[in-house]
């Protein structure tokens, strides 16, 4: 006789809903465990052996990535969270220093996972009531960081690449499909990408014999130029975090009756810090200007920004679809969020980024910025004394490119792949002037002289193999 059937076994909880703190609370005491021994068994930056051997790790100890009967929250949670921690680059470790990566403020990060808790979408008001209107308070106090204008506003975006593929959009829609966009050769390749995506001409590059757009190229190619035209400046290049010159850049564009956009996704920020704001003046002369809060703003991936002097700026952008933003829902006043992306289901990242404003104020934001900034000039103070380094020019912001005397580049490449498979340092690579160099983009404000003491005795010991 067959026996009857048990009871089902329950349903998973929701992280969301009256019930979903108490859910929550001993699932994240396991994941702060597997964050704290993941990091002890990765013991560095990053996990040593490489590729294949990270790879190997991953397959052993994930085995059936889909078993035909589930482990248990605990133990999925417990191993997936380790074996990432321990295979991951983690940019909170000073000497994970080779892109603009920055680690994330734990203030951010935990209000990061109220969003993913609560799980808005802001697609339509009726499934993120106060996520878009904090959204709504902190795209236009920060655009009024910047615009001086009495409707100043921005876009949350995913980073500054989908913010500068907006700016072109934006530019094409109003000046048509045959806009000529002229940018320095040290623009962002997101530039040039985003106009072949946009079915724009191709872009055109203008020479930076120092590293940044010399006004004097540009002026010739404004004077060149037939039709409408944008300028893409950059404030803080990616590879040496360079600063073009942005009013000389302005005046040329008001004069030849060009459009200026500002890729300040590294550098805009600068302009919280009464010490480094001198050095971007002229943002404000933008059409518009693209931020990253995952930079110098210590926010969890993503929180880009693209901001305009006037919200009447974003029109193009607008979008209709019955089922999210109805005429006559609109007409009664419900705010119609499908104009503010290209994309459609889009998390609330502007909450963990009010958060931190909320947190640390223009003051404690001030303080990082300086603090990051200081610790590469001490870096590039130590490196240009040393006599087995080269400085390639005291930093902008927080980039120091440098290289071992008395080394080729293939050499230098090969010393910057030991480090990088041997899990001891994670540093990045830049050309200028010809030459290879590596690259320390410091963006950890918890970095500490000794640390970058630790770098130094490191890469001694890597040149004398």
């Not at 975006?157 to 966009?181: K, M, S, W, Y």
């Not at 300028?231 to 004069?255: K, Q, R, S, Y």
């Not at 030849?256 to 890729?263: E, N, P, V």
Request: aromatic content about 2%; some cysteine.
């Amino acid at each position: 006789m067959t026996a009857p059937p048990g009871p089902p076994p329950p349903l998973p909880p929701l992280a969301g809903g009256h019930a979903g703190a108490t859910a929550l609370r001993p699932l994240l005491n396991t994941v702060l465990d597997a964050l704290h021994t993941g990091a002890r068994d990765r013991g560095g930056p990053l996990p040593a052996g490489g590729p294949d051997t990270v790879t190997a790790r991953v397959t052993a100890a994930l085995g059936d990535v889909l078993p035909d009967h589930g482990t248990g929250d605990h133990e999925a949670l417990r191993t997936l969270v380790h074996t990432l921690t321990a295979g991951a680059a983690d940019p909170a470790d000073p000497l994970c220093a080779a892109h603009l990566h920055g680690p994330p403020l734990a203030v951010a990060a935990a209000a990061d996972l109220a969003a993913a808790a609560l799980n808005p979408s802001l697609d339509s008001w009726d499934q993120a009531p106060a996520a878009s209107a904090i959204e709504t308070l902190l795209t236009r106090t920060l655009a009024a960081e910047f615009y001086d204008t009495p409707t100043p506003d921005a876009l949350v975006t995913t980073g500054g690449t989908e913010a500068n593929q907006l700016a072109l959009l934006l530019a094409r829609e109003r000046h048509g499909p045959g806009l000529t966009v002229l940018h320095g050769a040290n623009a962002h390749h997101s530039v040039p990408r985003a106009a072949w995506l946009l079915g724009l001409p191709p872009t055109t590059s203008l020479p930076t014999p120092a590293g940044i757009l010399d006004p004097t190229h540009l002026a010739e190619a404004l004077a060149a130029a037939r039709g409408p035209v944008l300028v893409t400046a950059t404030a803080g290049t990616t590879d040496a975090g360079l600063i073009d010159p942005l009013e000389p850049i302005a005046d040329l564009c008001d004069h030849h009756g060009a459009d200026l956009h500002i890729d300040a996704a590294y550098g805009g920020l600068l302009a919280l810090s009464p010490r480094h704001s001198p050095r971007v003046q002229g943002l404000a002369r933008a059409r518009s200007l693209t931020l990253d809060l995952h930079k110098l703003g210590w926010q969890p991936v993503a929180a880009g920004l693209l901001a305009v002097p006037d919200t009447a700026l974003l029109a193009p952008l607008a979008h209709q679809a019955d089922y999210l933003n109805a005429t006559d829902d609109t007409e009664a006043g419900l705010p119609d969020l499908l104009g503010r992306s290209l994309r459609t289901t889009r998390r609330p990242d502007a909450l963990k980024i009010a958060t931190t404003l909320r947190s640390l104020g223009r003051d404690g934001l001030a303080r990082l910025i300086d603090r990051t900034c200081e610790l590469a000039h001490h870096l590039a103070r130590l490196l240009d004394a040393h006599p087995r380094f080269e400085l390639h020019a005291p930093p902008t912001i927080s980039t120091v490119l440098f290289r071992p005397t008395h080394t080729d580049d293939t050499h230098l490449a090969a010393l910057r792949r030991t480090l990088l498979l041997g899990g001891h340092a994670v540093l990045g690579r830049a050309t200028a002037d010809g030459r290879l160099w590596l690259k320390a983009t410091l963006l950890n404000p918890h970095t500490t002289a000794r640390d970058l003491d630790t770098l130094i005795t490191l890469l001694e010991g890597s040149t004398n193999r």
